[in-house]
């Protein structure tokens, strides 16, 4: 079983820049594709950001260039580093985790089956 639990959210303008974390714990969390989702109000929960077991990363092409998915191993932690936030990207972020291990990401976010309470971002224009 994994527990996650986010951080690091808040509110900055236009252009600005914000870090969330996720720290994670349980076991075998490095062997599972790690996801970041978000969810606006009105609208439905969708995938920003993936990072697999072995490092391999994928974007949203909403968020492409701007936002950079990292885990530190060490610190049982994973990242999302957003840059030049627009106010499109105010929403509830989450992170979540793959419920088996060692294949590539899925983009369904049913087959995640560990969700952190989710941090909220909002960016003002």
């Known amino acids: 079983q994994l527990k996650l639990v986010e951080s690091g959210g808040g509110s900055v303008q236009a252009g600005g820049s914000l870090r969330v974390s996720c720290a994670v714990s349980?076991?075998?969390?490095?062997?599972?594709?790690m996801d970041w989702f978000r969810q606006a109000p009105g609208k439905e929960r969708e995938g920003v950001a993936s990072?697999?077991?072995?490092?391999?990363?994928w974007y949203a092409d909403s968020v492409k260039g701007r936002f950079t998915i990292s885990k530190d191993n060490a610190k049982n932690t994973l990242y999302l580093e957003m840059n030049s936030l627009r106010p499109e990207d105010t929403a509830m972020y989450f992170c979540?985790?793959?419920?088996?291990?060692?294949?590539?990401?899925?983009?369904?976010?049913?087959?995640?089956?560990?969700w952190g309470q989710g941090t909220q971002v909002t960016v003002s224009s």
């Open positions: 979540a985790a793959d419920r088996t291990w060692f294949r590539i990401c899925p983009r369904d976010e049913r087959d995640f089956d560990y």
């Open positions: 349980g076991d075998l969390w490095r062997s599972r594709c």
């Open positions: 990072i697999d077991s072995s490092g391999i990363t």
